[in-house]
């Protein structure tokens, strides 16, 4: 008992585990991973699905975990994202402490922006989270000295730890990248088990019950945000390093959108479903690129060589395919069957007990009528 009880936690360590060591391994996955395991083109396409999972978990924080539909989560990946550089770049702070800024201007954002959104709920909350995410994409491309502009912000290597800078080092940009993913994993799991978690699930199942309990849930959706705002901001760090820049997309609507995609692919409400539909959706997105400008789609007919060369088509496709035969995503479809399953199997443990249970019952009586 104590071992099931505890068998996804020791899942969930081998994984770490096994992601850990796996680039002193040389696997290959052909059509999948465009080099062994061990070189940096697959390390590069790792790390970038885990900074993408971890920016899907912080977003199922707050749609999985307080039901808040938010157009803007992408501003404070950005806000991390940019943030970093322009410590690094302007105020020629070292790599660390330069993250540390990165996190408190995250922080700041989101808990000023916040405050303003949860002064409504619903749609109406998710428009005003669009507005402040279009404010903080035209402050990007109109301060061209500061961030950049259109053609985005490099890292100023100078700053950061050599192991961290150049494909050479990419193994290491790949470890950190996952020690960034289990961080947000851990805070996310933290929140969901604590009480902060359960009064969020409560506000988001039934907001006046929560208020006439005496409880506040304003406080409570608003804390939520931030956590989830600052774990953004994390992962944005890591998309600063891993890429060596970021650009004016980094705080744009549409990775948010993306990132909603992300999250319904996997599953609402599922830590693990974000990891999996984040780097489900990184891998397609990233591997369909190259699928489109090959030999063998380009020899198609124009009625399907135009579609297949578009891999948001596929990915439209495939995202269509999932809300319509798995609703609840995979996470969601692989939980309900195993539950069906479990149900059906403790029933029938139930009925097996029962029929023993009679047929002791008939022996008893047998033995007494022939004493």
Do not use: K
Request: aromatic share 10%.
């Amino acid at each position: 008992m104590s071992i099931r009880r505890y068998w996804p936690a020791l899942v969930g360590v081998g994984l770490v585990i096994f992601m850990a060591v796996l680039p002193l391994l040389n696997i290959s996955i052909p059509g999948i991973l465009p080099t062994p395991t061990y070189q940096p083109g697959t390390l590069a396409l790792l790390s970038l699905c885990m900074v993408f999972a971890s920016l899907a978990l912080s977003y199922n924080l707050l749609l999985g975990t307080s039901g808040m539909l938010s157009f803007g989560h992408a501003l404070y990946f950005g806000a991390g994202a940019y943030g970093l550089g322009i410590a690094l770049e302007h105020f020629g702070v070292p790599l660390f402490p330069g993250v540390f800024v990165a996190l408190i201007g995250g922080m700041i954002i989101a808990f000023v922006t916040g405050a303003v959104a949860m002064r409504v709920s619903g749609i109406p909350f998710a428009m005003v989270t669009l507005a402040f995410a279009q404010a903080g994409s035209v402050l990007v491309r109109r301060n061209s000295a500061i961030t950049g502009g259109e053609e985005g912000l490099s890292l100023n290597t100078e700053q950061v730890p050599d192991f961290l800078v150049g494909v050479i080092n990419t193994r290491n940009l790949y470890w950190f990248a996952l020690a960034v993913l289990v961080i947000v994993y851990l805070v996310t799991l933290w929140v969901d088990t604590s009480r902060l978690g359960h009064l969020a699930r409560a506000t988001r199942e039934n907001e006046q019950r929560v208020r006439v309990l005496g409880l506040r849930p304003y406080r409570v959706r608003l804390i939520v945000f931030v956590i989830a705002a600052v774990l953004a901001s994390l992962a944005g760090v890591a998309y600063m390093l891993l890429q060596s820049g970021t650009v004016p997309r980094s705080v744009s609507a549409d990775l948010t959108i993306t990132v909603l995609v992300m999250v319904v692919l996997g599953g609402v409400g599922f830590r693990w479903g974000a990891i999996v539909g984040g780097v489900l959706y990184t891998l397609l997105d990233q591997r369909l690129t190259v699928l489109a400008g090959s030999e063998a789609i380009a020899s198609l007919p124009d009625f399907l060589r135009i579609p297949l060369s578009e891999p948001l088509f596929l990915l439209g496709a495939l995202f269509i395919i999932v809300v319509m035969f798995l609703p609840g995503g995979i996470a969601g479809t692989i939980d309900g069957w195993w539950r069906r399953r479990h149900g059906e199997r403790h029933v029938r443990d139930s009925l097996r007990s029962i029929d023993d249970a009679e047929a002791d019952a008939d022996a008893v009586g047998a033995s007494e009528v022939r004493a």
